[in-house]
Structure formats: C-alpha cells, structure tokens
C-alpha cells in the first residue's frame, strides 16, 4: 500500500481543513499514533493509520465525524428523536446524535468494554453491549425508533436491515456507512484488507440498496465518508427512509466525490 505524508492524511482523516493547519498541530507535539507522538509531519505513514489528534476530535471518536457528514449533507436532524445505533463499539455515533439534541440512543454491540466511560453514565443513553441487533427488536421496541444510524464490521448492512425495518417507526429514518470491505466478496478484497476498485465500490452500493428496497425501504441518498476507514479503505453513508416513496439514486456521484478529489 502506497504510503502518504502525515500532514496530508491528517487532512483525509477529517482532522483538518489544510495541510498547514495539520503541519502546526504536528509541530506542537499534538498528534499521537497509537504508540508514539508523531512529530514530522513529512513522515510517510499508511493511509488509515490510527491518528490521534489533542483537543482535535470534538467525539469520542473518528465515528463521529463520519455521522455528523450524513447529518449534515442528507439534512437529518436528529434533534428530539429516539435513535438506535447500531454497532456502537466506542460511541462516536451515539456521541454525534447526543451533540445534536437526540432524545434518546439504545446504542447496541456485539462487543463488549469499548464503550466510552462519559456515554456510558449518560441517562439518555441505553447500552446493551454483547448484543446482536437481530435480538432486540422486542415487542415493547418495536415500532419505537424514530433514526436508526449504523456503523457495522466484519458484518453486512443487509444482515441488520431487517432488524432495523422492525425498530422504526412507520416514518422513521436510516442512516448508514457502506463498508465495501464488508459488503463484497472475498476476492475482490485486496491484500491489507482493502478494496481500491470504483467498480466494487459501485456494486457494494447496489447491492446494498437492492436488498434495501427489497426490505420496503426507500433509499433516498448516498454520499461518500469524509475519512477513510483504519487500513484506508473509502466507506460511503447511504440514507433510507422507512415512510417515502422508493426513488432512483445515481451511486456514481458519491464515488467521483473519491476518484476526482
């Protein structure tokens, strides 16, 4: 995998706006990898390598960010609603629907111990951790979701979809990241885990929306993530709705905002 600057993935990863604004936060002593301060910021380092940046993430984590780019360019606004999150790992989504006014999150994980400490003593939050979201949808919960928001791995959108048609209301809203990685098969998944194809990249959002519809939901919009994913793999977030008519969504354009950027 071909290695780029630290300032320019920096920038990829949504930490900041330019390069020059991530070279001065390098030459503070403000940017960490899991085990080191960074402190070059011409080093090359693998594309989805995991940053830390102090005092440079308003989330919990890079989730966060991912989310808050649906919210803003599909226009939900998650102010009052009861919300799911769906793969809530360490919070990053729960956090951003939190920020922006959400009544309510029944945040769910297979896993267990990540979730972050702040999230977990927050009383609107609702965390059931080693959970699969196929087993939650009781009777007292159907029907009781107003935004389901997802962020699965090693897992398909389309095996929690169903699970998610159950939670929400008549009315109610999916937001979702596409993770081609997890979406595609095995052979067209490169060495290190990541799939570089638009091709694929096109089918995964296909396939995905198909069996979407196939569920009797309408997808509505897709665009692409604003970071890349940890081994740099380009995720998408596509919006379905549960209550609006099925529409024809041109996939293409989330992809030429990554290929032509």
Same mark, same amino acid.
């Given at each position: 995998?071909?290695?780029?600057?630290?300032?320019?993935?920096?920038?990829n990863? @949504?930490?900041?706006?330019?390069?020059?604004?991530?070279?001065?936060?390098?030459?503070?002593g403000?940017?960490?990898?899991?085990?080191?301060?960074?402190?070059?910021?011409?080093?090359?380092?693998?594309?989805?390598?995991?940053?830390?940046?102090?005092?440079?993430?308003?989330?919990?984590?890079?989730?966060?960010?991912?989310?808050?780019?649906?919210?803003?360019a599909?226009?939900?606004?998650?102010?009052?609603?009861?919300?799911?999150?769906?793969?809530?790992?360490?919070? @990053?989504?729960?956090?951003?629907?939190?920020?922006?006014?959400?009544?309510? #999150?029944?945040s769910?994980?297979?896993?267990?111990?990540?979730?972050?400490?702040?999230l977990?003593?927050?009383?609107?939050?609702?965390?059931?951790?080693?959970?699969?979201?196929?087993?939650?949808?009781?009777?007292?919960?159907?029907?009781?979701?107003?935004?389901?928001v997802?962020?699965v791995?090693?897992?398909?959108?389309?095996?929690?979809?169903?699970?998610?048609?159950?939670l929400?209301?008549?009315?109610?809203?999916?937001?979702?990241? #596409?993770?081609?990685?997890?979406?595609?098969?095995?052979?067209?998944?490169?060495?290190?885990?990541? #799939?570089?194809?638009?091709t694929?990249?096109?089918?995964?959002?296909?396939?995905?929306?198909?069996?979407?519809?196939?569920?009797?939901?309408?997808?509505?919009?897709?665009?692409?993530?604003?970071?890349? @994913?940890?081994?740099?793999?380009?995720?998408?977030l596509?919006?379905a709705?549960?209550?609006?008519?099925?529409?024809?969504v041109?996939?293409?354009?989330?992809?030429?905002?990554?290929?032509t950027?």
């Open positions: 995998m071909a290695r780029v600057r630290l300032d320019v993935e920096l920038v990863q @949504g930490f900041f706006a330019t390069t020059s604004d991530a070279m001065r936060a390098v030459m503070a403000d940017v960490f990898t899991t085990n080191r301060k960074l402190t070059s910021a011409g080093e090359q380092v693998k594309p989805g390598i995991e940053l830390h940046v102090r005092g440079g993430n308003v989330y919990v984590s890079r989730g966060g960010i991912k989310l808050e780019r649906g919210l803003t599909f226009k939900v606004d998650p102010a009052g609603c009861a919300c799911v999150d769906v793969g809530c790992s360490t919070g @990053g989504f729960t956090d951003c629907l939190l920020r922006h006014g959400a009544a309510s #999150v029944l769910v994980d297979v896993g267990y111990a990540q979730f972050d400490w702040s977990r003593n927050d009383k609107r939050v609702t965390l059931l951790e080693r959970t699969n979201i196929v087993d939650v949808a009781t009777p007292e919960r159907v029907g009781t979701i107003d935004l389901a997802c962020d791995s090693f897992t398909s959108v389309r095996a929690v979809a169903g699970a998610v048609w159950d929400l209301r008549e009315d109610g809203t999916f937001l979702t990241l #596409v993770k081609p990685q997890f979406e595609t098969a095995r052979n067209q998944v490169e060495e290190g885990g990541v #799939v570089r194809s638009p694929v990249w096109l089918e995964c959002l296909e396939t995905v929306s198909q069996d979407l519809l196939h569920k009797g939901f309408a997808v509505l919009d897709v665009c692409a993530s604003p970071i890349v @994913g940890h081994k740099g793999n380009h995720e998408f596509l919006l709705s549960k209550g609006e008519q099925r529409s024809s041109d996939f293409s354009k989330a992809i030429a905002q990554i290929t950027s």
